[in-house]
Nanobody, 124 residues
Framework: QVQLVESGGGSVQAGGSLRLSCRAS????????MGWFRQAPGKEREGVAS????????YFIDSVRGRFTISQDNAKMTVFLEMNSLKPEDTAMYYC?????????????????WGQGTPVTVSS
């Protein structure tokens, strides 16, 4: 089993930055990809960014590409989401997730483990 705990959420003004962290516990052999999803009130949960275990392959949705970066510290089993130039539409609960197979798709069912989420609020 893998447990995921997110941190770093908060409230910022538009144009500001936040850095989310997700620390995994358990066996790192249980997953090959970690990703970030978000869910705004009244909307479906959507994938935001993911990173493969080798750190070479990273994926982003169009709306955050160029503003968000994803990185990882394998030794600490932690993945980071650096969010810059934040917009009010980035407001959501952000969830960390991990999956055993694949990394390029945003299929929620493909992710085996989920964190509890950390809230991000961007005010205009």
């Amino acid at each position: 089993q893998v447990q995921l705990v997110e941190s770093g959420g908060g409230s910022v003004q538009a144009g500001g930055s936040l850095r989310l962290s997700c620390r995994a516990s358990g066996s790192s052999s249980q997953y090959n990809c970690m990703g970030w999803f978000r869910q705004a009130p009244g909307k479906e949960r959507e994938g935001v960014a993911s990173i493969y275990a080798d750190g070479e392959r990273r994926y982003f949705i169009d709306s955050v590409r160029g503003r968000f970066t994803i990185s990882q510290d394998n030794a600490k089993m932690t993945v980071f989401l650096e969010m810059n130039s934040l917009k009010p539409e980035d407001t959501a609960m952000y969830y960390c997730a991990a999956r055993r197979m694949g990394c390029a798709s945003w299929i929620r069912g493909a992710y085996n483990y989920w964190g509890q989420g950390t809230p991000v609020t961007v005010s205009s």
